[in-house]
């Protein structure tokens, strides 16, 4: 039976598939198609592996029987048959065969999706006993992950995109139809990472429209949508799915009318975008003459393709942080990033890259490591965030100056400084860029210059801006933050989203006074949060006397076709009023 869930619209486009739920705890698990002659192969690792859990299972019932203490642990040893009863289990040893055969999957996604499909079942039975055997299940297919991880598939790895920017899984002879990703939460790591994978949308029960998963999930340009609350239960595994990434809305079973319609409005939108594609090399200016800059925002060096391939005429953010985040605490050295970073500032032939450094904390944990005992009532967003954390770890983020000086090197590069607030913190800060500096001197080691920025995205930095004035080259207004710290709406909790409102008086007049002031004294200043991206947006902050916009590269072409049909001089007076009316959003329309 048909039915529809309603979240936040994300990422715009639709996508039409058949569900894959993933539980939380495995989206690390790989997903990738496997060709025809490699099924075989799939299945031989699946079955290796269920034959080495069954041995592992054998040698701990054998010593419990040597030690004669199988009286003393009758609960182990009937949970060890209830173990070896399940990885004989008709429904799951055929269930994993379907994917593999019928669908291609590789056996890791196999086994976790008919793990997903037998726990459903389970969940759903009156017997406490019987419920419970889930946890059990769950442990055995845990076992044959983790012999699957040290006996790697020589299948394949994901495959690299296809040169039209999808997932050339998704057009695998093989494969008929496109697949969604449904999930109770994921986080931005575990999305980046499906970035290169064969989904063509996402749907979470948990976000906030401007959180970090969200954002990565924009920056793939496939239809998402987030804080779709109980999604993850109503929609069942292999569902037929519609996901309507700018209305915000999931239909489950559709009708062949829906279905059709959805198709429609599909193709109109690949028609649109085919048609803002011719905009690529038309100069960003207004139709009273102002240039506007363009930049886009990126998450790994690699992204420097799409950003120019969007017309960018730079990077605006680069966020550095997804460089360090679902490492399992093993950081990337100084090497590594160099690396990294020069990739970026190559890749973008010569424009200017602006790199954040390090930004993690709130909703962008390093890891996806539980919250501590007793670390509950604890507030991640107004803790050891962004620079916060760099300063409490001088040498990590030393090594990442260090790195970022040394990319200088191969060209022009803008070091952009997260979630400062107070004088200290900018001095600190700069002492430690003149210390990496010196240690790379005293190394004769090679660097280049810098333009120095800082993100104005705390009330406290926006009310102060005189002060950032005088030791930065260039501020960056973070509105994702600015928006959630002054507003005190937390960007990632869906129950309060309602309330995340861009355009509340109190932002608006934080965003112009900072953008007035940069102007008046000849600095530069742009937007990065989500707010440069929304076309909706676009004639404020030209009003607001906005000249240098930076998103992701898939909204550039939208905006800019805004910009050219924009008068800023027009767009000042009716920025004003807006300013200071008592409901600014109903004058948007105007
Ligand atoms: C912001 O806060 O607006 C911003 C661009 O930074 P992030 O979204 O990474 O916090
Ligand atoms: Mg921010």
Request: aromatic content about 6%.
């Amino acid at each position: 039976m048909s039915f529809t869930v309603h979240g936040l619209a994300v990422s715009r486009g639709i996508a039409i598939g058949r569900a894959v739920i993933v539980a939380s705890s495995r989206v690390d698990v790989a997903h990738y198609f496997v060709k025809t002659d490699q099924v075989e192969t799939e299945i031989e690792r699946l079955r290796s592996a269920r034959k080495a859990v069954v041995e592992e299972i054998g040698r701990v019932q054998h010593s419990l029987g040597e030690l004669g203490s199988n009286d003393a642990h009758p609960e182990l040893s009937a949970l060890l048959d209830v173990h070896l009863m399940l990885l004989q289990d008709e429904q799951l040893t055929n269930g994993v065969k379907h994917w593999i055969v019928d669908r291609h999957y590789n056996a890791e996604w196999a086994l976790t999706t008919q793990l997903e499909v037998i726990a459903r079942q389970f969940d759903e039975m009156e017997d406490p006993y019987l419920r419970e055997r889930k946890a059990d299940l769950e442990q055995v297919v845990e076992r044959m992950l983790r012999f699957m991880r040290g006996v790697a598939s020589p299948v394949a790895a994901p495959r690299p995109a296809a040169p039209d920017g999808k997932s050339d899984a998704l057009f695998d002879p093989s494969v008929e139809v496109p697949l969604v990703l449904i999930a109770h939460d994921l986080s931005p790591a575990d999305m980046l990472q499906f970035k290169q994978s064969v989904f063509a949308g996402f749907v979470t029960d948990v976000g906030g429209k401007t959180s970090h998963t969200a954002i990565v999930a924009r920056s793939m340009d496939i239809p998402a949508v987030v804080g779709a609350r109980s999604a993850s239960h109503l929609i069942n595994q292999d569902d037929w799915v519609i996901i309507d990434g700018d209305a915000g809305v999931v239909v489950v079973d559709p009708s062949a009318i829906l279905l059709a319609e959805y198709g429609f409005k599909q193709r109109q939108g690949e028609v649109e975008r085919e048609r803002l594609s011719r905009l690529k090399n038309t100069p960003a200016i207004t139709l009273d003459g102002q240039k506007i800059e363009l930049l886009a925002n990126i998450e790994q060096p690699e992204d420097a393709v799409s950003a120019l391939k969007a017309g960018a005429v730079g990077v605006g953010l680069f966020r550095t942080e997804f460089l360090f985040m679902g490492r399992n605490g093993k950081l990337p050295d100084e090497e590594e990033q160099y690396q990294a970073y020069r990739r970026a500032v190559e890749g973008m032939q010569g424009l200017p890259v602006t790199i954040r450094t390090v930004d993690v904390g709130a909703d962008k944990p390093l890891d996806r490591t539980p919250v501590r005992a007793g670390e509950d009532h604890l507030n991640p967003a107004l803790g050891l965030r962004a620079i916060r954390w760099s300063l409490a770890e001088p040498t990590m983020f030393l090594s990442q100056l260090r790195a970022i000086l040394r990319a200088a090197a191969h060209g022009a590069i803008n070091l952009l400084i997260p979630m400062l607030a107070h004088a200290s913190e900018i001095r600190q800060t700069l002492a430690l860029v003149d210390r990496a500096r010196e240690q790379l001197d005293a190394r004769g080691q090679a660097c280049g210059p810098v333009r120095l920025g800082a993100m104005i995205e705390v009330p406290a930095a926006a009310l102060t801006i005189p002060l950032f004035l005088r030791y930065f080259d260039f501020l960056s207004i973070g509105t994702n933050d600015l928006i959630q710290y002054t507003l005190a709406i937390d960007r990632a909790d869906e129950a309060v989203s309602h309330l995340y409102d861009p355009v509340h008086p109190a932002v608006l007049q934080l965003l112009a006074s900072t953008i007035a002031q940069c102007r008046a004294q000849g600095k530069g200043v742009s937007v990065c949060g989500e707010m440069a991206g929304d076309v909706a947006m676009t004639r404020l902050l030209l009003g607001l006397g906005l000249r240098s916009f930076s998103m992701h590269p898939s909204q550039i072409l939208a905006v800019k076709q805004q910009i050219l049909r924009c008068d800023t001089v027009k767009l000042a007076t009716w920025a004003q009023s807006v300013l200071v009316a008592e409901d600014p959003a109903a004058l948007m329309a105007d």
